[in-house]
T-cell receptor, first 110, second 115 residues
Framework: DAKTTQPPSMDCAEGRAANLPCNHSTISGNEYVYWYRQIHSQGPQYIIHGLKNNETNEMASLIITEDRKSSTLILPHATLRDTAVYYCIVTQGGSEKLVFGKGTKLTVNP | EPEVTQTPSHQVTQMGQEVILRCVPISNHLYFYWYRQILGQKVEFLVSFYNNEISEKSEIFDDQFSVERPDGSNFTLKIRSTKLEDSAMYFC?????????????FGDGTRLSIL
């Protein structure tokens, strides 16, 4: 089972920031948090990952709490093309496999 | 930007037939993976492959499945005798391993339909 908990769905207005939360209370000290998204039935698309520091790239920002038990993915200016299922994934015990949960279905509305 | 490419995009096969799904990982990547997603369900890990060996596999990856890197560019998933329940999207992924946290990058999948 996935080690993360995400809300099943969220809505966001186009042009506004989308803030997607994720709980990972059992994360271990050397485990990373990865975010992917899946648009329709396309392959999962890598967004960003982090260990304990906040991270930013051209797609998004990742804010990880100091205790590392939760994180937030921020899409600063959501567009209609950001409508997708977003997955927060923590790798498990040195295994390389990604365990996908049900994710958060983000709908960006015009 | 380099991509993982998968062919064919859609494969239709009769039950009991063998099928080979093909993937071209990103060129300097060293770790390779297959996942599948049955319609309406979660993405599930099948197998990971490094240095010409399976490094990890799931319970789904039974004796009917095999993987191979036949040359320097392709990575294949073979299903020996397909069943109706093998119908799914199959995704290939690859990862560059300089540091253990490097992310996996996915292709857009092959839709496998078993009749």
């Amino acid at each position: 089972d996935a080690k993360t908990t995400q809300p099943p769905s969220m809505d966001c207005a186009e042009g506004r920031a989308a803030n997607l939360p994720c709980n990972h209370s059992t994360i271990s000290g050397n485990e990373y948090v990865y975010w992917y998204r899946q648009i329709h039935s396309q392959g999962p698309q890598y967004i960003i990952h982090g260990l304990k520091n906040n991270e930013t790239n051209e797609m998004a920002s990742l804010i990880i709490t100091e205790d590392r038990k939760s994180s937030t993915l921020i899409l600063p200016h959501a567009t209609l093309r950001d409508t997708a299922v977003y997955y927060c994934i923590v790798t498990q015990g040195g295994s390389e496999k990604l365990v996908f949960g049900k994710g958060t279905k983000l709908t960006v509305n015009p | 930007e380099p991509e993982v490419t998968q062919t064919p995009s859609h494969q239709v096969t009769q039950m009991g037939q063998e099928v080979i799904l093909r993937c071209v990982p990103i060129s300097n990547h060293l770790y390779f993976y297959w996942y599948r997603q049955i319609l309406g369900q979660k993405v599930e890990f099948l197998v990971s492959f490094y240095n010409n060996e399976i490094s990890e596999k799931s319970e789904i990856f039974d004796d009917q499945f095999s993987v191979e890197r036949p040359d320097g560019s392709n990575f294949t998933l073979k299903i020996r005798s397909t069943k109706l329940e093998d119908s799914a999207m199959y995704f290939c992924a690859s990862r560059f391993q300089m540091y253990s946290n490097q992310p996996q990058h996915f292709g857009d999948g092959t839709r496998l339909s078993i009749l």
